[in-house]
């Protein structure tokens, strides 16, 4: 019932940057959160970074100061600004969104993204 489409990733050098997006469309009602996850090879996914309908925004320690999120309403669309990326930032990098959805009676739910690779190379 949702669907997200995501773009942004690829293979960058050590310092440099990437701007990932992710667009959500079909039977939304509101969206109260949308957030990005990476899973690196080996690892749990973990949460990179989520903001609310609030405009609040989290990050994970690992990449604070280097990372940011945005989101523009109007296009359900969030965004990932990353700088001085390194190394152990390769991941697959997931979006997820939070949302109010259903054609009657609203309900909750979370919805993911394909996933998109992110490699650093040192």
């Known amino acids: 019932q949702v669907q997200l489409v995501e773009s942004g990733g690829g293979l960058v050098q050590a310092g440099g940057s990437l701007r990932l997006s992710c667009t959500a469309s079909?039977?939304?009602?509101?969206?109260?959160?949308m957030g990005w996850y990476r899973q690196a090879p080996g690892k749990l996914r973990e949460l990179v970074a989520d903001i609310t309908s609030s405009g609040a925004t989290n990050y994970a320690d690992s990449v604070k100061a280097r990372f940011t999120i945005s989101r523009d309403n109007a296009k359900n669309t969030v965004y990932l600004q990353m700088n001085s990326l390194k190394p152990d930032d390769t991941a697959v990098y997931y979006c997820?969104?939070?949302?109010?959805?259903?054609?009657?009676?609203?309900?909750?739910?979370?919805?993911w993204g394909q996933g998109t690779q992110v490699t650093v190379s040192s």
């Open positions: 997820s969104v939070d949302v109010l959805t259903g054609p009657v009676i609203p309900y909750s739910a979370q919805s």
């Open positions: 079909g039977m939304i009602v509101s969206i109260k959160a």
